[in-house]
């Protein structure tokens, strides 16, 4: 038959090389059986793999500690320091459990993973959170503790898309003919530009929004669809020969939809190993600025990509005057999973209220899929016509109430607020905004009376008071 012998050395550090001889014997003879010759190798510490998340705001963020041997060894994470901000829990049945409160405690849970609570209502760019290793459960005593070098967790949290809040009142007052200008202000906890959209019309006047009358809210229905016609910056782009892979070839109509490696498209110069936030709140490793023909009310932006897809990170529309970006959307990269294919991106983006022919368009590279990336064609969609009853708070608004309609009354219209960017387009419910009109204070009216030719009659002499 054959024999199991199983050998530990007793001595930890020995060198690989190592030969330790040994004969097997019957308890009883002593009679030799078999023998055999057991080489020994150096016991190698276990590794750890740096983790990046990119999560929103107010969000419970699982995080899992990669940790390995190379000799098949168990090995457990180990906590080396606690974030600046927020707190590490133990995952207890897939929640947060006990607390992480000091460095050197280790990871009980089997997946290895750990919850990480941010504050509320922040944001921040990447930053390392908090730092673990691993530690060798061989079943040596002697190789227990046997650690890993430390490694980082960095953390980026987006912020989640709040609507903003109205700051202004809700009713004014004006006499009879006379125009009103309505303050409307509102605050936004991001900062970000916050856009009014009316959603009726007063019954009993009118409506005059950055000087311009609102007699009705159709929408526009004339879209002009272009591809980009001019490259105007770039963060970076691959060398290659003559045009191979450089910004430029973003521009001009679609012509090929397949997956790939295509020369003929725009690649940056690094992988996805260049994770650098170049970004003040949006994390983005790669940019590009490009113009259209026909300045538009921007509606829609499609993002073509052809090698590992799924890296944008916002849109932004240049003001007319060319001083700044208003944002039209941001977002996270897309997470890999299953077959690569060519993909074209058409998030939802918020309706730009002025006329632009520039976008910048935002890549996170470093977060996405792995290797290199590529961007075939960019398509922009919109219309020359002006929207109605839209514009960037605060905004010029004048209620002119109408003549024709005397005495005191209550007018009203209602409209709604938003801001840029989102993942989807947040509105608030529409607020209901009511207009007091009274009287002047005016002087006596006389009303004439015309009797028919030839017949006598009776003048009353009569007036009236109109007072509030």
Not at 290 to 301: K, M, Q, R
Request: aromatic share 10%; net charge negative.
């Amino acid at each position: 038959g054959s024999t199991v012998v199983q050998y530990e050395s007793p001595v930890r550090g020995s060198f690989p090389g190592d030969i330790v001889s040994f004969a097997v014997v019957y308890a009883g003879g002593g009679s030799t059986v078999g023998q055999g010759v057991v080489q020994l190798r150096q016991d190698r510490p276990p590794l750890a793999t740096p983790v990046s998340v990119v999560e929103e705001e107010n969000t419970t963020i699982l995080v899992v500690c990669t940790i390995s041997d190379p000799d098949g060894d168990r090995v457990m994470a180990v906590i080396s320091s606690l974030p600046p901000v927020g707190q590490l829990f133990q995952v207890s049945q897939g929640v947060a459990g006990v607390p992480i409160t000091q460095p050197g405690t280790a990871v009980t849970d089997r997946g290895n993973g750990v919850i990480y609570v941010p504050p509320r209502n922040a944001f921040f760019s990447p930053f390392v959170a908090f730092a673990f290793y691993a530690i060798n459960l061989n079943p040596s005593a002697a190789n227990i503790s046997f650690a890993s070098a430390w490694v980082n967790v960095t953390v980026e949290v987006l912020p989640a898309d709040n609507s903003p809040t109205l700051t202004s009142g809700l009713n004014i007052s004006t006499v009879e003919g006379a125009a009103v200008n309505i303050p409307i202000t509102a605050y936004d906890p991001y900062n970000y530009p916050v856009s009014m959209a009316l959603t009726t019309l007063p019954a009993q006047g009118t409506l005059v929004l950055n000087g311009v009358p609102v007699t009705t809210l159709m929408p526009a229905l004339r879209q002009v669809v272009q591809w980009v016609s001019e490259v105007l910056n770039f963060s970076s782009q691959f060398p290659g020969y003559g045009l191979s892979y450089f910004a430029l070839n973003v521009m001009g109509p679609q012509t090929d939809t397949s997956y790939g490696d295509h020369s003929n498209s725009w690649c940056p110069s690094s992988a996805n190993n260049d994770c650098v936030s170049r970004g003040t709140d949006i994390f983005y490793t790669e940019f590009i600025v490009v113009g259209i023909a026909t300045p538009v009310y921007v509606t829609e932006v499609h993002v073509m990509e052809n090698l590992n897809p799924g890296t944008l990170t916002r849109i932004l529309a240049q003001y007319p005057n060319g001083t700044g970006f208003y944002p039209l959307w941001y977002g996270k990269p897309t997470v890999c999973s299953g077959k690569q294919k060519y993909m074209v991106t058409a998030p939802q983006i918020c309706r730009s209220a002025f006329l632009t022919k520039v976008l910048r368009l935002e890549f996170d590279t470093c977060h996405s899929c792995a290797g290199w990336h590529e961007i075939d064609k960019i398509r922009v969609i919109g219309t020359t016509d002006a929207p109605t009853g839209v514009s960037v708070v605060p905004s010029q608004l004048v209620y002119q109430p109408w003549a024709s309609t005397p005495g005191p009354r209550q007018d009203s219209f209602s409209f709604t607020i938003t801001h840029c960017p989102g993942n989807f387009l947040k509105t608030s419910q529409p607020f209901n905004f009511l207009v007091n009109v009274v009287n002047t204070t005016a002087t006596p009216r006389m009303y004439p009376f015309a009797p028919a030719e030839e017949v006598a009659a009776e003048i009353d002499f009569s007036a009236e008071q109109r007072s509030p």
